[in-house]
């Protein structure tokens, strides 16, 4: 299920994904600082919440799902999980960010400070949320390594 580009497949390790995911809010919080890169600022937005789901439906399923919709994302986590399903709304918001902010439009995305600010506040809340989530995996499968596996 991995995906071949040029030489190269995606990693099917969840971990991988989710440092992605952290990198991907750093740069979102950086870029946050200059005005002149707001969109490159909500692109990671929307990139960071994007890793963290895959990563988090990779350790659950042991699937590499391919895909950009954040919704669509979000309800596949929300199936192991269904406290998952709280961050749509979020999703919803963010999935905005994926095709608009990285290419001219004729009508463009007019961002200010306040609402990529409000954006990386969502995606740095899912962000954490997944994470969370990944350690109480983690933390289920060291215990119960029977359903853990159970679970996969």
Known sequence: MARRHAGYAD?????DWLDRAREDIIC?????????????SAFHCQQSVEKALKSYILLKS??????????????????YDGTLSQHLSICA???KCYIETRYPADIPMELDYRQVKAFYDMAKTMLTSICEEV??????????????????
Do not use: F
């Open 11 to 15: 990693s099917r390790r969840y971990y």
């Open 28 to 40: 979102a919080r950086l870029l946050l600082g200059d005005d002149s890169c707001y969109n490159g």
């Open 93 to 95: 918001s963010l999935s």
């Open 62 to 79: 042991n699937i590499l799902v391919d895909g950009h919709n954040l919704v669509w994302l979000c309800k596949r986590a929300a199936k």
């Open 135 to 152: 350690d109480s995996a983690l933390d289920i499968r060291r215990v119960h390594p029977d359903q853990g596996a159970a679970t996969q």
